[in-house]
């Protein structure tokens, strides 16, 4: 017999909870749900909170990673969780009265706390109350046995004492090493709105985060490069219709950073995508991500009207996306401060400085590649000794010596190959002295009586505005450049002491020198 059915029971049960470790978080917005919540506590009972600590109370969130006990304990000083949101608080998918701040979908502080770990607590005293209650979650039992209730451990305490005690334990993936220094740095990008104004004193295992504010161009136009310098950002106002927009400002950074440059999208004042390194970079506005704009051009940019996703790592653009990349594309691109345009042709040697380590590291690396391989280095040219007795060209008037720079303008190393049954040292200097010297020089020729090996000593002007081109080369780029510098280089005296005088000869042994040595993989490669 067909029963009927009138109504249905729509109200999730506790299985609800094992289905929130599979969520697609990240550690960094996981662990931003927890500084959410004390943060808007913060924000909601401010004055209380002020008229117990004092005008300069200041909101401080630790969070701790204890590797040996494979737990996480988050620590706060806001008002705690006061005995009328307790049932809220903890039951899945609670909406607060008031979703117009960081807490909006009811969901947060489960949702992380059971991402995190099967084991968790909140140990909590709200300001004015006189009690410190305990709960405490196991998330496998209570769904196992269907538990709907949960026992609250109560102690009396100060009515004055306010704060929140989450520990998660038994973590499902213990971060380490390298992930913690990326939820600091994610954390401190989120967040940086709060720690900027004062009003956030956020520590992760003790050290307290702070956001690095980039350096902006401050330089002429690249259409008038003799003009007056101006600082190279643009504040955004954007309507987007219908209660949306967008404000904030874009900038070009001082110095181009492959990994940081990019756009940053706030919400009530929380960062919700472009942290870090992750960092929004629509293809309408930087390009690819081989062109100048891409490494240079970052901002923030403040979004209202706009919904974002429960997990709080993506905005619900409904349709407006293209008009707001129009609209701020047009905005870069206007005359009176054409932003787009001035990333994509502005060159500077501050960016070839700022590279420096790099470089220095590439001269090394291929350095020390060189000599493991020098006894295993294959000679396939003609003998040298042929020809032995010509004598050098003469040095034309182009190749006078440079002067000698101070030793901390220079980095140098020495390559040591076999070319042409000799062997050769190439002694290179990367210079940063600014005097507007020639890219490549070559500051001592052997002599064909020298004993082997037989040196040439090069330098490579690092400020030359070829380089400039190249500020964002990876250690990798730089080695191939200088491996270049040095094929010219001993080509050339290679070629002069043949009595050579075809032009093809240094193209010729340049060639043959990349052929042969420097398009061989090295050891520290």
Wanted: aromatic fraction near 8%; charged fraction near 30%.
């Amino acid at each position: 017999m067909m029963t009927q059915v009138s109504s249905v029971n729509i109200r999730p049960g506790v299985n609800v909870l094992s289905v929130l470790p599979h969520l697609n978080y990240k550690a960094w917005y996981a662990l931003a749900e927890f500084v959410d919540n004390a943060i808007q506590s913060s924000i909601d009972r401010k004055k209380e909170l002020r008229a117990v600590e004092g005008k300069d109370y200041r909101l401080r969130i630790d969070i701790d990673f204890d590797s040996a006990e494979s737990k996480i304990t988050i620590k706060d000083n806001a008002a705690g969780i006061a005995s009328a949101d307790y049932q809220r608080a903890f039951r899945p998918a609670e909406i607060p009265p008031d979703a117009s701040g960081l807490s909006e979908f009811g969901m947060g502080m489960k949702s992380a706390a059971c991402w995190f770990a099967p084991n968790w607590s909140v140990r909590s005293s709200a300001l004015g109350e006189r009690s410190e209650r305990t709960v405490f979650f196991n998330i496998d039992k209570i769904v196992m046995d269907s538990i709907e209730e949960l026992n609250v451990v109560s102690i009396d305490v100060a009515e004055d004492k306010h704060y929140t005690e989450i520990r998660l334990e038994k973590i499902r993936k213990f971060p380490h090493g390298k992930t913690i220094a990326k939820i600091k740095e994610h954390l401190a990008s989120i967040y940086r709105g709060y720690i900027r104004d004062g009003s956030l004193e956020l520590y992760v295992d003790g050290v307290k985060l702070d956001y690095e504010e980039p350096a902006i161009l401050v330089a002429a136009n690249y259409r008038d490069p003799d003009g007056p310098a101006v600082q190279w950002k643009k504040e955004i106002d954007i309507d987007l219709g219908e209660g949306k927009s967008a404000s904030g400002f874009v900038a070009i950074r001082e110095v181009a950073n492959t990994r940081l440059a990019g756009l940053a999208l706030f919400r009530r004042k929380r960062l919700i995508m472009g942290s870090a390194d992750e960092t929004y970079r629509p293809e309408d506005i930087f390009g690819r991500s081989n062109t100048y704009p891409y490494q240079r051009i970052f901002g923030e940019i403040h979004l209202k009207g706009f919904h974002v996703s429960h997990t709080k790592d993506g905005v619900k653009w409904e349709e407006s996306e293209d008009e707001f990349l129009r609209k701020l594309r047009k905005v870069l691109s206007d005359e009176t401060l054409p932003l787009i345009q001035q990333a994509r042709e502005y060159r500077t040697r501050s960016g070839a400085k700022a590279a420096r380590k790099d470089a220095a590291q590439a001269l090394r690396s291929t350095a020390d590649g060189f000599r493991q391989n020098t006894e295993a280095a294959n000679d396939i040219g003609f003998e040298l000794s042929a020809v032995a007795d010509t004598q050098p060209t003469s040095v034309s008037d182009q190749d006078i010596e440079p002067q000698d720079i101070n030793e901390e303008d220079r980095e140098e190393a020495e390559l040591r190959l076999q070319f042409r049954s000799e062997p050769w040292i190439v002694k290179i200097e990367l210079s940063y002295a600014d005097d507007h010297a020639e890219w490549l020089t070559i500051r001592n020729r052997p002599s064909i009586t020298d004993p082997e090996p037989r040196e040439i000593l090069i330098r490579v002007a690092m400020l030359h505005p070829f380089m400039a081109q190249f500020q964002t080369l990876d250690s990798e780029g730089f080695s191939a450049v200088l491996k270049v510098a040095a094929a010219m280089a001993l080509a050339e005296v290679a070629a002069a002491e043949l009595g050579d005088h075809h032009p093809s000869a240094v193209r010729r042994f340049t060639n043959e020198i990349l052929r042969a040595h420097f398009s061989k993989r090295v050891i520290d490669d």
